[in-house]
């Protein structure tokens, strides 16, 4: 299937590097082989990041259009004008469009969708909200038997890492803002981000999704971050509450709720822990409860892989693919427990007595077990525990050295070995 890729910028480039790099694997996968055969850029002169042939850049739109080799085009353009055109033009050549703006959809995905009916021709947008985080899918596919009663997302990244910094820094809105200009995580004009209309933008494809209602953008109330202070953030934590950039979109008695604004939420909310540029969406439906989507909701290669995503849902729905996507497996095996690192507690239960400390460190020690803290508890009892966590070792040196202590008279018993994910 021949792909277009309109926009070489930060995602168009990522696109068109996965669609090559990854070319066989995504046709052993999928059963459909892509090759991008045509680029729309604005400056076909500007030096960039990827090489590519001069004979793929097209001259305009109707170039590709007019290509019959052309079976998906991807909008990477951004912006209202001329991405919409571009869009409508596609669907009605009979291609399919894949597309990561959310501003378009939140102004027009009514219209888009009604084009892309008439045409028969699919339209897919999985990284129009949260980037590379698989979100639409779920909530348009998964969850299609299921009665969503809300969504309530971090959405904004740009924001999200003002926030988190002004939390652990202490710093005001403006240093931190900078500091985010600075490192490439905020536009050098930020409205967009910290007024709150990127998330508001999102949030009408969000409760177009969970409420198959499509409203209106100045439907939503949004409000930014820029008068959020440090002192709000330590006072909301000392009532046990974060303050996040939430979107949120309810099912009410009213109607629909649909709300952009810096928010507290409990400490011990799974949103309240997502930090930095990452994004997170907590999906509430009668029928499954509660569920949590996270991850990076930007970013050249998380937005690229959701695009490519939808390429090959696209493209094996063009071509009338009729079953799921065709996996096969090799056959193989996990690697044994004993040849893994980790880290690990341990926990015995000893002699009160001095010397045993050394005693059991001296072995530990022989079989490159290293210690990254103690904890030796205890006096006036019979036996105590005495617990350690190691460094990185390998399981089966571990074993080792504890059949070692095992041995011990001192060792009452190894009363526990807990394996520690992600170091401590
Ligand atoms: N960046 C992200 O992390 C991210 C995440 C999620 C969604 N998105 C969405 O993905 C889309 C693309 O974002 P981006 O960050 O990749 O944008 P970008 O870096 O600004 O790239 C935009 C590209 O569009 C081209 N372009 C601009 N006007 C054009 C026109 N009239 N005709 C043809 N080409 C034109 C530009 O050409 P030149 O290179 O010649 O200037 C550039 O290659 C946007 O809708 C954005 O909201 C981005």
Known sequence: MGVAVLGLGTVGIGVVDILSKNRAMIFNRS?????????????????????????????????????????????????????????????????????????????????LFAVARKNNVPLYYEASVGGGIPLITPLT????????????????????????KMSTE?????????????????????????????????????????????????????????????????????????IKL????????????????????????????????FNAVFVESEEVGEIMLYGRGAGRYPTASAVVGDIVSAARI????????????????????????????????VEDRPGVLGEIANILGQNNVSVASVIQEGRAQDQVPLVFLTHEVNYGSLEKGLELIGRLPCVREIANVIRVERGY
Request: proline fraction near 3%; include cysteine.
């Open 170 to 242: 202490g710093s005001s809105f403006e240093e931190v803002l900078a500091e985010a200009q600075r490192l490439g995580y905020a536009e050098a004009d930020p409205s967009a981000d910290v007024d709150g209309l990127d998330a508001a933008h999102k949030l009408v494809v969000l409760i177009a999704l969970a409420f198959d209602t499509h409203i209106k953008l100045s439907d939503v109330h949004c409000e930014g971050i820029r008068k959020i202070d440090p002192m709000d953030i330590k006072f909301a934590r000392d009532f046990g509450y974060a």
């Open 31 to 111: 059963g459909v082989d892509l090759e991008v055969r045509k680029v729309l850029v604005s400056n076909p002169n500007k030096k960039r990041e990827i090489d590519l042939a001069k004979d793929m850049f097209a001259k305009d739109i109707e170039e590709i259009l007019q290509d019959d080799e052309i079976d998906v085009v991807v909008e990477l353009i951004g912006g209202l004008s001329p991405a919409k055109e571009y869009i409508i033009k596609a669907l009605e050549a009979k291609k399919a469009v894949v597309t990561a703006n959310k501003a378009v959809l939140a102004h027009h995905a009514a219209e």
């Open 141 to 164: 596919e998964s969850l299609v038997g299921s009665n969503i009663t809300s969504v309530m997302g971090i959405i904004n990244g740009t924001t999200n890492y003002i926030l988190t």
């Open 318 to 349: 063009l071509s009338g693919a009729k079953s799921q996507l065709p996996r096969k497996f090799a056959m193989g095996s996990a690697v044994s427990v004993k040849k893994t690192v980790g880290c690990y507690y341990i926990r015995l239960m």
């Open 246 to 277: 939430l979107a949120v979109g309810k099912k009410t008695d009213l109607g629909i709720e649909a709300r952009v604004q810096p928010t507290l939420i409990p400490l011990h909310h799974p949103l309240a822990s997502v930090n930095n540029v």
